[in-house]
């Protein structure tokens, strides 16, 4: 049984006050310093778990803090003016849709629990390029907001693939139903 709260959570808590520092700094270098600390943060909380061990509030806290950060993140991006509105929704849609998926997997009491996966953390890797062109004023911002939006498609795509065959038993590599 894995521990009530490990390591690793007290780096993932760190999250937090960054997100709510990030809207007060006006300073382009301070908010890029702020995202280098959550990666970072995301980045070390994820190491120490894996090297000591997780925990139960870990599993919960973790995408809690990934997302509250993104979210606060854009939304001072787009009050800037430097995405508009749409795109902030584009970078976000795996987020948004993680949260909704989960809202309604637990009211309908059917939790499916679905690990980390390469689309995942290419979409987050994603949205932190995107954070940091959007403040240093790249050229092709907005571009890279679409290509995450992009990616977060395929990172939907991948998790709902990999949820049906969680909840529907476990498939085979040629994706006929493997019988139990």
Known sequence: MKP???????????????????????????????IAAAAAS???????????GSSRAGAVLDPIADKFFMVVAFVTIARRGLLAWYEVLGVLLRDIL?????????????????????GGKAVTIAQLL????????????????????????YALWDYGRTAAGT??????????????
């Open 4 to 34: 009530r709260f490990a390591v690793a959570d007290a780096l993932t808590a760190l999250r937090f006050p960054l997100a709510v520092l990030f809207p007060v700094v006006r300073s382009p270098m301070w908010q890029l310093a702020i």
């Open 130 to 153: 995107t954070l940091v062109a959007a403040i240093a004023d790249w050229t092709y911002t907005r571009h890279l907001a679409w290509a995450t939006a992009a990616i977060a498609v």
């Open 42 to 52: 995301d980045v070390g909380d994820g190491w120490l778990a894996r090297r000591h």
């Open 98 to 118: 993680a949260v909704l998926g989960f809202l309604a997997t637990w009211l309908l009491r059917r939790p499916v629990a679905v690990p980390a996966r390469a």
């Open 167 to 180: 909840r529907g038993g476990a498939r085979r590599k040629d994706g006929a139903q493997a019988v139990p």
